[in-house]
């Protein structure tokens, strides 16, 4: 028997000019603050996506996959928040099947989210 692992890519993208509105309205240094901030608050409530979905905290799961979807908006990730909405559906719905597939695809796309616009901004947290 064969098993066979399956690896999803998706691209992600950054609104940049959502970013970029960012920037001309804040300045440099206030929105690279912002962006840091949010970046860290992000991969904080990503870590504990994972740990509430484990303890099957739903509401918990719920109100912190809520407070993504803000936090995403804000720095342009559009992908990031519309999975992070797609979550918080299941948890509505109480699908946990698609609860255990969407909560994956939010964590794998917010790490590559994360990855994405450090790397783009070239930021050191």
Do not use: F
Not at 23 to 44: H, W
Not at 53 to 62: A, C, G, I, M, S
């Amino acid at each position: 028997m064969q098993v066979l692992q399956i690896r999803p890519l998706e691209q992600v993208n950054l609104d940049q000019e959502r970013l970029g509105a960012l920037y001309s309205q804040l300045g440099e240094a206030s929105a690279e603050d912002i962006v840091c901030r949010a970046l860290e608050e992000l991969a904080l409530r990503m870590s504990h996506c994972d740990r509430l979905y484990r303890e099957q905290n739903w509401p918990d799961l719920r109100k912190n996959t809520r407070s993504l979807i803000a936090i995403a908006d804000q720095i342009g990730m559009q992908k990031l928040a519309q999975v992070a909405g797609d979550v918080t559906r299941c948890i509505d719905a109480g699908d946990t099947n698609g609860l255990a597939a969407t909560l994956s695809r939010l964590l794998r796309i917010g790490e590559k989210s994360l990855t994405t616009i450090w790397d783009m901004q070239d930021l050191k947290i």
